[in-house]
């Protein structure tokens, strides 16, 4: 099992060692924001790169949580015991959240 608590160390040491930004929270979210586009745009074009995009996001995520102070390891454990327990219903199309 992959220990996300320790890859969110790495990535934040990571961005210290190379003198990157661990200060600006905003900024942080935009990189994220790029880097998810970079993603979309190497999916769409049919690129191999596509995994190492998405992995671009992760760590950019990670490095945002260990800057936040949240176990995201723990976060998203509760937020899929969450979503695993509600139940949706069909509407035109598109699940609707009936409860949870």
């Known amino acids: 099992m992959i220990d996300l608590k320790h890859l969110q160390q790495r990535a934040y040491?990571?961005?210290?060692?190379?003198?990157?930004?661990?200060?600006?929270?905003?900024?942080?979210?935009?990189?994220?924001?790029?880097?998810l586009n970079e993603a979309r745009e190497a999916y769409m074009k049919r690129e191999e790169n596509v995994g190492e995009e998405l992995a671009d996001v992760t760590i950019y995520l990670l490095g945002l949580a260990e800057i936040l102070g949240v176990d995201l390891e723990q976060e998203i454990l509760r937020k899929m015991d969450k979503n695993e327990n509600r139940r949706y219903t069909q509407e035109g199309g598109a699940n609707r959240r009936v409860e949870g």
């Not at 040491?13 to 880097?35: A, S």
């Open 13 to 35: 040491q990571n961005k210290v060692k190379q003198g990157f930004n661990t200060t600006d929270i905003y900024m942080e979210f935009c990189y994220i924001y790029g880097e």
